[in-house]
């Protein structure tokens, strides 16, 4: 057989096994995703323990990783998601800071045909197909939760219970929702009153700086410090000691995330309440980029089960938290 078509069969074969490699390949159930994840900040303790859940699973689960931190800023989030389209990776990722503004940059990943999955917050989009599913809590549930507990903890007294709130990220799915989810439980009780309601953006100064304010204007006249997270709460908590009161005891503290600080805090008798809100979504993540490159469905929610931590359990309870 002449040279040239001894060559031209043997390119013919090399494509052959190179098409046959790369459709294995591309079905292959081990082959490496890569996933972009961009990140609201490391504005609490929460975030930190979910950014470390989200790493370590990315590790276990033998998913390439590219992370982001947007320092609680909007832009940055869909700088990084534009980044992600660019670089071609095979699903995104993120923790939307606020519920509204993401259309146009999901519209580019769903042009760019990149699946999207929204963890921890979600979003208010008219579009639902702008991402495959939302892995996080019930936020409204964890505001009825609070409520409910304030609801028993007073059911023997008239009131008025004056609640002074620090709210969340302006803007933010836990902050909308654990106030309307207190809201539900107490509007139609009239000896619950919200005398005071602020943002401290989910962090522990924050938390204090508003605190501080409220002290000065209402001081013995508030008897809960409704707090959207333990952050803020210890935050607060600091301000009430520092003003000569006694948290968990005159102020009643409602919290919420049950990290390992707020368990310090009820264990220590400063924090009477708190929801959990648990921020160990990495390995239901890598699960489900993994599921999402390989062509699955996914249901369009995947809700964390949670539960409400007394004060009087958080002793016994602090040794087995894991964040
Ligand atoms: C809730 C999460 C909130 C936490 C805060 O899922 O988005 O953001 O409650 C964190 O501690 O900063």
Partial sequence: MAASRRGTLALLCAAAVA????STQGYA???QITLGFAQVGAESA??????????SAAADAH???KFSDAQQKQENQIKAIRSYIAQKVDVIAFSPVVESGWEPVLREAKAAKIPVILTDRSIDVKDPSLYVTMIGSDFLEEGRRGGKWLEDHYKDQSGPINIAELQGTVGSAPANDRHSGLMEVIKDDPKFKIIASQSGDFTLAGGKQVMEAFIKTYGNKINVVYAHNDDMALGAIQAMEEAGMHPGKDITVVSFDATKGGFQAMAAGKMNVDVECSPLLGPQLMEAAKAV???KTLPKRIVTT?????ADVAA???PSRKY
Avoid: Y
């Fill in 306 to 310: 949670e539960t409400v931590f007394p």
């Fill in 19 to 22: 098409t046959l490699t790369l």
């Fill in 46 to 55: 929460w975030r930190t323990a979910n950014t470390e859940s989200v790493k």
């Fill in 293 to 295: 490159a390989a062509g």
């Fill in 29 to 31: 159930q081990d082959k």
């Fill in 63 to 65: 998913v390439k990783l």
């Fill in 316 to 318: 016994a309870t602090l």
